[in-house]
Structure formats: C-alpha cells, structure tokens
C-alpha cells in the first residue's frame, strides 16, 4: 500500500489498526510534510502581491525547498514501513540453538540499524523545514501568519516523534556506540530546532493576540 496517496480516512483507519505499519515514524513523515506544506502555502499567498514585491524572489526561492522537502517527507511515509517490515520478521525469528541465536542477533543489529536510518532522515528535513518556517512567519503574508505557527507546531511534533522511533531502536542495539552516536544527533537537533520552532509559534501567537 502506497501510504502517502491512500486518502485520509484511510490512513487513519490503518494507522489505528494492529497492522504493523503505518506506526509512529510514518505518521511523523507525514504531519512534517504538512507542516512544510503551510509554511509553503504562507508562500503562496506572498507572491504576486505589490505589498510583498521586496521578498518576492526569496519567498520563490523558499517555495522551491519547501516543495522538495514536502515531497522528501512523503516519501519517507513509504520509507518508513518498508524498513520496519524487516525488524518486524527480525523479532520473529528462532532463538532455540546457539547458531539461531547469533543469527538473530546478526539480523536484528542490521534491521534496528536501517530501521534508525529512516526516523534521523525524517528529522533531518524537519529542521530544513522548521529553518524555511522561520522565513515565511517573519517575511510572508500577515494574512496566514496563523498558519505558519500551525506549520511550525506541525514540524517541532513531527521532528519529537521521529526522535522517539530512533531512541526506541538504539535502545536495542548490541553496538553501543553506534548507538550513542545517533542518539546524540537527535539530542542536537531536538535542543536546537524544538527551541526555533517554539520561537516562530510564539512570535506568531504575540501578533495574532496584539
């Protein structure tokens, strides 16, 4: 199934199901790519307009990261569950002899390795997102100011959820500092990006309750 085009409704009903994928990952793919998405539309309702003609060919150049990260971020919605699938079979496996032991081990390591790659991808464009936010709230249309704070609420969520579905697989890793490794990138870009994108929803929330 092809998450990122199943209509809504559908992907709710899948995601509240026992199916093992969409699962947390996916979902956090996708509500980063509709936070990015309204920090496009604030870019959209920007050009064209007289009042805006000083940060025209920037809100362009906005718009352009924007579409790509959107289109990144849906494709990790699909990314996402073809990686699980792995770890899933990977907890499944025999473990009565010593020799299915090690296998297990050898092939869970692998999985929980890929499965890592995925959610750190996901945050990676959440904070280019959460960066291109910063612009359309400060420079776009004051007309759909509101909806660059939703983008930015949308992306801080969408970066804190990745985050969880990396810690829960180096949590099981057998190598520990491959492991640390990752969890410091997160810890990095959760310091600093969750900081930057509560900035934007509070610059936004002091206009909007001027």
């Known amino acids: 199934m092809g998450f990122s085009t199943v209509p809504c409704d559908e992907f709710v009903t899948v995601l509240a199901s026992k199916a093992p994928v969409p699962g947390g990952g996916g979902a956090a793919a996708l509500v980063g790519a509709v936070g ?26 906005l ?45 869970m390591e692998a999985a929980l ?25 400060a420079k776009g ?9 939703v983008g930015a609420a949308f992306c801080k969520a969408a970066l804190e959820g990745a985050s969880l579905n990396v810690y829960i697989n180096t949590k099981s890793m057998a190598d520990r500092e491959y492991a640390e490794s990752l969890n410091k990138k997160c810890d990095e870009m959760l310091e600093k990006y969750t900081k930057i994108a509560e900035d934007v929803f ?8 001027k």
């Open 36 to 61: 990015t998405a309204l920090g496009n539309m604030v870019g959209s309702l920007t050009v064209g307009k007289k009042k805006y003609a000083a940060v025209e060919e920037e809100m362009q150049e």
């Open 202 to 209: 509070e610059s936004v929330l002091g206009r909007l309750k």
């Open 63 to 107: 718009k352009a990261k924007a579409d790509g990260l959107q289109k990144e971020l849906l494709r990790l919605v699909e990314r996402d569950a073809e990686v699980f699938e792995p770890l899933s079979r990977a907890y499944g496996m025999p473990k009565e002899t010593e020799e299915e032991k090690a296998e297990k081990a050898r092939v």
């Open 113 to 137: 390795k890929d499965a890592c790659s995925v959610p750190m991808e996901i945050m990676e464009k959440c904070c280019e997102a959460i960066d291109l936010l910063v612009e359309f709230a």
């Open 141 to 149: 249309s004051t007309l759909a100011i509101s909806d660059a704070g």
